[in-house]
């Protein structure tokens, strides 16, 4: 069998997936990362309170995990929208298109910052990227050779730090804002060692092991996508630290702090300046092949692209979303709503 006719028989398995189960689900189902759950399901439930539709499910299963049940496939059995704390891989859209997901809409719904932070009650810290990389990562140069990190305070890697046993808590590799951070904190700290930074230039493949894979020897602990856990246990041990997105700092700023990464704050306008250097996107996927079988589609991404909710004085600006500026919100707003297709 050629490989358009297996094209052509998915397509048509897909349909009548869709076709026979439509009347299976009448309601939206969301899944993805857990720094946008908290703004999807503020979102679903204006929405189910607002409108004939039933409240959308959403589940926090991470950026990765998410576009993985996404791309399984189509039909009432799969999720019809994934939000990602990061932006869909090449690879994850080849793995779409492989079960017959292949038309995607990618929607920007925000931005985001990535905080590194230690209980209200402990004591406050300023970082610099470079040290961010010291205390996580798995290797580290020292004496022009790359070592096992032998760090195991703070204050062996800089004597402003305290005392304090490196213990970061931190999301597994399944989360977007693992794959965030790596590439955001861990990249540009690793670059501060002119040796790593010459690697980055003549041997980007080895580099990027290097600078993404961070230490397994207990002093980062994976806390799991539930970022409310991690804010716990910080308020048990204040001498730890955690990393999770600025919307969480922002909801419980009474009992967590950040700390500021080379001079800056994470604040609201700073990450939407763009002067914190840990800041990244957020977005949701929506399944189009869905949008005329799952009742409401449509319309839920109309709401969450509502001045409403995700406008400088939404609903979302109140949970921690940081908005879009203005013209491109409306062009976002645009594309979203009349579903376009996703461009890479």
Known sequence: MNQQTLTLAAAVTALGLLAGGAQARDQIRIVGSSTVFPFSTAVAEAFGRSSDFKTPVVESTGSGGGLKLFCAGLGTGHPDITNASRR?????????????????????????????????????????????????????????????????????????????????????????????????????????????????????????????????????????????????????????????????????????????????????????????????????YVKKAHADTIPGIREFVAEFTSDKAWGPDGYLADKGLIPLPDAERAGVARDARGLADLSM
């Open 88 to 284: 869909i891989k090449s690879s994850e859209v080849e793995n779409c298109a492989k079960n017959g997901v292949t038309e995607i809409t990618e929607v920007k719904v925000g931005y985001d910052g990535i905080v590194i932070g230690n209980a209200a009650a402990g004591e406050p810290v300023a970082l610099g990227l470079k040290q961010v990389f010291m205390a996580l990562a798995k290797q580290v140069p020292i004496d022009g050779e790359l070592v096992d990190n032998p760090y195991v305070t703070w204050r062996q890697i800089d004597p402003s730090l305290p005392g304090a046993k490196i213990e970061v808590l931190g999301p597994p590799p399944t989360s977007g804002t693992r794959d965030a951070f790596v590439e955001l904190a861990m990249e540009k700290g690793a670059k501060a060692f002119p040796m790593l930074k010459a690697m980055a230039k003549a041997d980007k493949k080895t580099f990027k092991a290097v600078a993404h894979t961070i230490r397994e020897d207990g002093h980062f602990i994976e806390a799991g996508e539930n970022d409310n856990l991690i804010v716990q246990k910080l308020e048990k041990n204040p001498a730890a630290f955690g990393i999770f997105g600025f919307s969480f700092l922002d909801q419980n700023a009474d009992r967590i702090q950040g700390a500021s990464i080379d001079g800056v704050a994470p604040e609201f306008e700073d990450i939407a300046e763009g002067r914190y250097p840990v800041s990244r996107s957020l977005y949701f």
